[in-house]
């Protein structure tokens, strides 16, 4: 099984940037599609990007862009968001998952990280 720790939130102003980190335990990471998921209070989990186990194809949801870019590191078990020209709506707990497929769709990942959380401020 894998294991998941998001680090890296905290609270930023608007414009600002951050880079979340996601780190895996397991010697088969280099196998999983990662994604990264938000949610807002009152809100539902959102697909925010996602990686390929090759790293070489990524996709993100139209929100973020041009602003946020996912990257890994098999070779330490990292998965990476770099988020800049970060706006008020970003505001949300920041998730990582990984599956054997990549998808959008957040019930289809098999592992969970416990979040971070990431502000926002004007």
């Known amino acids: 099984q894998v294991q998941l720790v998001e680090s890296g939130g905290g609270l930023v102003q608007a414009g600002g940037s951050l880079r979340l980190s996601c780190a895996a335990s397991?010697?088969?990471?280099?196998?999983?599609?990662m994604a990264w998921f938000r949610q807002a209070p009152g809100k539902e989990r959102e697909f925010v990007a996602g990686?390929?186990?090759?790293?070489?194809?990524?996709y993100y949801a139209d929100s973020v862009k041009g602003r946020f870019s996912i990257s890994r590191d098999n070779a330490k078990n990292t998965v990476y968001l770099q988020m800049n020209s970060l706006k008020l709506e970003d505001t949300a707990v920041y998730y990582c998952?990984?599956?054997?497929?990549?998808?959008?769709?957040?019930?289809?990942?098999?592992?969970w990280g416990q979040g971070t959380q990431v502000t926002v401020s004007s």
């Open positions: 998952a990984a599956g054997v497929v990549f998808t959008r769709r957040s019930d289809l990942y098999d592992y």
């Open positions: 397991g010697r088969t990471f280099s196998n999983y599609a």
């Open positions: 990686i390929m186990w090759s790293g070489g194809s990524t």
